[in-house]
């Protein structure tokens, strides 16, 4: 039988510690192209009916950190809407095939989250494909890298923001309306929020936001009885990190100088997220879940 995420093994050898060979993607990239490839939980993933009858929308959810989720979610037994970008569509599809195979619903609702017409139309129709919503992962992500902030584009500046902030936010604020006592909303922010790299600073401007966000949307929406958490993942490997998230020549050593001792794997951060998803953390709220193999947070 295969390991899952239950098997009582070592964490430090639990994966390898991958040398990625030097590897470049354009933006958004392909979780199908990565070499090696991650795992998502295709295989290793095991559901006990934690989300039983729960209706997810998940926002970069074909590939890397969101794909791994949309996986655990279906075995978990929920319903599963998938947001990306229309390019990533043949990763999207394979995500749906797995979510199928479970005999759960996969919505695929490709569309620029950057722009807050179409987050408001993905969460429309999020709701109508599964009949409701009471979960939102706000996942989907820009990073680019930047070695000066003089060469630091207003245009990109912009673009990391409204994906990574302003989506949240229009994704979230369309959601309320769906959302009944008893949902969570979940958002991916990062170890770059507390130690942020010199060469990542809008990004990891947008990930301490998403933090303040998450804290203080939680106050604000616990008297409806609807909970907003965050993930902080650590080094994950993922396209993010092959499509200019850092310096090529990086990427051999990725994670490597974590207390662990290696990357992490997606499918190691789904079952923060289905914690967080689920009735079993009803008195967690504005809380940030690091998944980072050991770097010290304050
Ligand atoms: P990924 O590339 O697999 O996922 C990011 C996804 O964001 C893409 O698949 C894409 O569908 C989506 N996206 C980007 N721009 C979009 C847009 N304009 N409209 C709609 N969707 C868009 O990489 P990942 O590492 O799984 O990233 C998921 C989240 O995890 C991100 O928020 C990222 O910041 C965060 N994170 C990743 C790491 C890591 O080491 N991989 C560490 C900390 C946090
Ligand atoms: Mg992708």
Redesign the pocket.
């Known amino acids: 039988m295969t390991n899952d995420q239950y098997t009582f093994d070592n964490p430090k050898t639990r994966y390898d510690a991958i040398t990625p060979p030097v590897q470049h993607q354009d933006?958004?990239?392909l979780?199908s192209r990565l070499d090696p490839r991650p795992d998502l939980g295709e295989q290793s993933y095991r559901g006990t009916g934690r989300l039983s009858g729960r209706k997810a929308l998940i926002?970069?959810?074909?590939?890397?950190?969101?794909?791994?989720v949309a996986i655990a979610f279906a075995r978990e037994g929920a319903d599963v809407a998938l947001?990306?970008?229309p390019s990533?569509q043949s990763?999207?599809e394979r995500i749906a095939e797995l979510i199928d195979a479970e005999g759960r619903t996969a919505a695929l609702l490709?569309?620029?989250?950057?722009?807050g017409e179409?987050c408001r139309r993905v969460v429309d129709e999020a709701a109508m494909a599964l009949g409701g919503l009471d979960i939102l992962v706000?996942?989907?992500?820009?990073?680019v890298y930047c070695e000066k902030l003089e060469d630091l584009s207003d245009d990109a500046f912009d673009?990391t923001m409204?994906?990574?902030v302003y989506?949240m936010f229009w994704l979230t604020k369309a959601a309320l309306k769906y959302l009944p006592a008893g949902s969570s909303i979940i958002n991916?922010?990062?170890?770059?929020a507390y130690k942020p790299s010199p060469i990542l600073v809008d990004?990891a401007t947008?990930?301490a936001a998403?933090n303040t966000f998450t804290k203080a949307l939680g106050a604000q929406l616990a008297e409806r009885g609807i909970r907003v958490n965050a993930?902080?993942?650590?080094?994950?490997?993922?396209?993010?990190?092959v499509?200019d998230?850092q310096p090529d020549e990086k990427i051999s050593e990725?994670?490597h100088d974590t207390p662990i001792g290696r990357?992490?794997q997606?499918a190691e951060?789904a079952p923060a997220f289905v914690f967080l998803a689920s009735p079993e953390s009803s008195y967690v709220i504005g809380e940030t879940l690091n998944a980072?193999g050991g770097i010290p947070t304050p």
């Open positions: 933006e958004p990239g979780d926002t970069g959810a074909d590939s890397g950190i969101g794909a791994a947001s990306y970008l990533e990763d999207a490709p569309g620029d989250a950057s722009v179409e706000n996942n989907a992500g820009k990073q673009a409204r994906t990574n989506a991916t922010t990062s170890v770059q990004y947008t990930k998403i993930v902080a993942p650590g080094p994950v490997w993922t396209t993010l990190q499509t998230g990725f994670g990357a992490g997606p951060m980072n």
